[in-house]
T-cell receptor, first 117, second 116 residues
Framework: AQTVTQSQPEMSVQEAETVTLSCTYD???????LFWYKQPPSRQMILVIR??????QNATENRFSVNFQKAAKSFSLKISDSQLGDTAMYFC??????????????FGKGTHLIIQP | SQTIHQWPATLVQPVGSPLSLECTVE??????LYWYRQAAGRGLQLLFY??????ISSEVPQNLSASRPQDRQFILSSKKLLLSDSGFYLC???????????????FGNGTRLTVT
């Protein structure tokens, strides 16, 4: 079974600062996917960024980037130039490579990120 | 484009009453469908998933059940609610893939269930 650990229950930074959210995972799988989801106060789950385990290059999406360390099983999210709208719960998630089945996501417990004006 | 609808948005039910939450997906065929529960202060827990009509897999044994009567309809039910069933329930879908590139999950807006 997979486990995902987010060791920071809550973080707070000033607007425009850069913040890094940590995530570690444990798995015996070699091929898998990692995701960061954002859950704003509206409670909707929004996909922020994804990383395929076979890719060495770190994924980036505008102000969001990841630092994927496969050997260390670490998958941190960096948010640059943080904005008030980035305030949300952030969940790290793991998904096995699917052979046609329906592998759901294994989520961490989340980090509550607060962007201060 | 694909959309997912989940209702009701909020529900307050007494202990022992039945439950029915509905989720429908539009714009795609034969999606994988999921029910997740998010308890206060905790991450998301996968409850059920389905790869097709009438095919339901349960991840966590409990007094909840799921059904998929139509290709794009997924229903979460209970005959008698418990206090511990309170939480935020999210429906999600993904495109099934037999290849390497899996699609991520796309979530509905959720249902906040309070059992009193």
């Amino acid at each position: 079974a997979q486990t995902v650990t987010q060791s920071q229950p809550e973080m707070s930074v000033q607007e425009a600062e850069t913040v890094t959210l940590s995530c570690t995972y444990d798995t015996s799988e070699n091929n898998y996917y990692l995701f960061w989801y954002k859950q704003p106060p509206s409670r909707q789950m929004i996909l922020v960024i994804r990383q395929e385990a076979y890719k060495q290059q770190n994924a980036t999406e505008n102000r969001f980037s990841v630092n994927f360390q496969k050997a260390a099983k670490s998958f941190s999210l960096k948010i640059s130039d943080s904005q008030l709208g980035d305030t949300a719960m952030y969940f790290c998630a793991f998904m096995k490579r699917s052979g046609g089945g329906a592998d759901g996501l294994t989520f961490g417990k989340g980090t509550h990120l607060i962007i201060q004006p | 484009s694909q959309t997912i609808h989940q209702w009701p948005a909020t529900l307050v039910q007494p202990v022992g009453s039945p439950l029915s939450l509905e989720c429908t997906v539009e714009g795609t065929s034969n999606p994988n469908l999921y029910w997740y529960r998010q308890a206060a202060g905790r991450g998301l827990q996968l409850l059920f998933y389905s790869v097709g009509i009438g095919q339901i897999s349960s991840e966590v044994p409990q007094n909840l059940s799921a059904s998929r009567p139509q290709d794009r309809q997924f229903i979460l039910s209970s005959k008698k609610l418990l206090l511990s069933d309170s939480g935020f329930y999210l429906c999600a879908w993904s495109v099934p893939s037999k290849g390497y590139r899996n699609s991520p999950l796309h979530f509905g807006n959720g249902t906040r269930l309070t059992v009193t």
